[in-house]
């Protein structure tokens, strides 16, 4: 791929290596919804999915595949293997620009006690898994996983050889999270100057976190000519997760000094990306957080606001807007019709079936009979809220919850299952304790509640309160969510979706439901 040499191409692996994260899956229509912001943030490369690993992933793949057009590439994971990479070609007929990423470990460790191969047996493995790509697609990526713990010849040799035999990007992954700044920019300079062929191919790096380093090694092997970075939105991914996207391009972008290196990201999508994907995967992102944090640009002590107020450059080394912080910004009111509502919901990028805009006009039209502004940040719940594609198994008909000062909370529910009704009353430690334990009594399936976030969405008493929460069944985890104007009856929505979930995915799994998007 031939490329300005100061351009970074970024490839967004969310959705393959970020779903890896406990608890974070998501199913087609939410891949899709993510799949559809990445292009808005202008992404180089979106890592869809792992078609072998389940039919599920094969057809996410698919879907982005076929429907996210005239922008980036689509990319499909396969070990070097010819089913995987079969698989990976098959899912990716649709795309405008496919790339099949395919990989095999080539440190000892993982040869010894993974593969059980030989080092002539992997190098064989990685040029025939790249020759079969290219018969698929011109764009084929090699990746050698766990490549910071390889030997630094028998690396050479494996890159030098994936080159020959057409890969024109080749990744080079700190799967563990093992290497450090300088260590990992040394070995991009080390293949730079030792692979004979490097400059037939992008050098493209895959960082993941676990000694807190990704971000800070991926830059440094951009600083020592790497020019693809892997990356995922606030950096969710596999254990302590994988390089962030936005904390990668605010550095370069804040830096020009120190990287003379841009990418083409739309950086003011970068909050709306990173709300999404934390709406979505009931991943949240932690107030600290730089770049996408709730306190990432909030100046608390009183010295930083005299010093903003008199200049902002004092404390602030790059814009709330750059990163698409606004002012919560009135959009609409009670007399807004159909037609406002709709092409507001157009300009912040959704595009939502009938049913769906049906659904999240009725909740916009109750919600601004109740509260007197309603801002983006509403409009962006309320949708979250209406575009879930599970059935309701357990469907809320009635909930009446009683608390004060010197009594017990307590809750009455009445629950539609299927053609039966249920019905039950529970006391708890708190309001929305009790209704948790009412719920429990009419649930036939085990679930166990494993976290619960609550969040204002704007400021104020009269803000949506958006609640999610995670179920387990011992083996998966299911998320839910709900926003209401009422945090009790957000608490018992966001429940009863994540338990619906869990049914539905293990009447799935049963052979007792057949169908639906997965
Ligand atoms: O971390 C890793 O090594 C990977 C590879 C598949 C690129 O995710
Ligand atoms: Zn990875």
Do not use: W
Request: glycine letters at 8%; aromatic letters at 4%.
């Amino acid at each position: 791929m031939s490329q300005d040499k100061n351009r970074v191409i970024v490839f967004d692996t969310t959705l393959r290596d970020g779903e890896q994260s406990p608890g974070a899956s998501m199913n087609i229509e939410e891949k899709l919804q993510v799949a559809r912001q990445l292009a808005r943030l202008n992404i180089d490369v979106i890592e869809a999915g792992f078609p072998i690993a389940s039919d599920g992933d094969f057809e996410a793949v698919k879907r982005v595949a076929s429907e996210i057009k005239g922008g980036p590439s689509i990319a499909g994971l396969a070990r070097a293997v010819n089913a995987d990479v079969d698989r990976a070609g098959e899912a990716l007929k649709g795309a405008e620009k496919p790339r099949i990423h395919t990989f095999i470990a080539t440190s000892d460790v993982h040869l010894e006690h993974k593969l059980r191969m030989t080092r002539e047996e992997v190098l064989e493995r990685a040029v025939a898994a790249v020759k079969r790509a290219k018969q698929y697609c011109d764009d084929v990526e090699f990746s050698p996983e766990d490549a910071s713990r390889s030997d630094i010849d028998y690396l050479c040799a494996v890159v030098e050889a994936v080159i020959e035999a057409g890969a024109g990007t080749v990744n080079i992954p700190d799967t563990v999270g093992y290497s450090t700044p300088q260590e990992f920019g040394a070995l991009i300079g080390a293949l730079k100057s030792r692979v004979p062929n490097i400059d037939r191919a992008v050098i493209s790096v895959h960082c993941h976190n676990d000694l807190g380093l990704a971000v800070a090694n991926t830059l440094s092997a951009l600083q020592n000519g790497a020019r693809q970075v892997e990356c995922t939105i606030n950096g969710i991914g596999e254990r302590a997760g994988n390089a962030a996207l936005e904390e990668i391009v605010m550095a370069l972008r804040t830096r020009p000094d120190l990287y003379s290196l841009s990418t083409d990201i739309v950086t003011e999508e970068i909050t709306r990306t990173s709300r999404m994907v934390s709406e979505i995967t009931g991943m949240v992102v932690q107030p600290n957080k730089a770049i996408v944090g709730a306190n990432a640009f909030a100046h608390e002590a009183g010295i930083h606001q005299h010093g903003i107020l008199a200049n902002r450059r004092t404390y602030e080394i790059m814009t709330p807007e750059s990163v698409g912080i606004r002012e919560h910004k009135l959009v609409l009111g009670k007399h807004s019709g159909r037609h406002a509502f709709d092409q507001r919901l157009k300009q912040m990028g959704y595009e939502l079936s009938k049913e769906d805009l049906d659904r999240s006009f009725r909740r916009f039209k109750e919600l601004a009979d109740k509260k007197k502004d309603v801002y983006d940040e509403d409009l962006e719940a309320i949708v979250s809220d209406e575009t879930h594609s599970i059935p309701e198994i357990y469907a809320l008909q009635h909930l009446n919850v009683m608390s004060s000062l010197d009594g017990l909370p307590a809750a009455s529910i009445r629950l539609k299952n299927g053609d039966t009704t249920k019905q039950a009353a529970a006391i708890g430690v708190g309001c929305v304790d009790s209704v948790y334990k009412t719920i429990d009594e009419m649930i036939d399936e085990e679930h166990k509640l494993v976290d619960y976030v609550v969040r204002a969405v704007t400021g104020g008493t009269d803000s949506i309160a958006e609640v999610t929460v995670k179920v387990s069944d011992g083996s998966n985890i299911y998320t839910g969510r709900a926003a209401t104007l009422d945090v009790v009856l957000s608490s018992a929505r966001a429940y009863l979706q994540a338990i619906n979930k869990l049914v539905y995915y293990q009447q799935k799994r049963t052979g007792k439901r057949e169908g639906g998007t997965v």
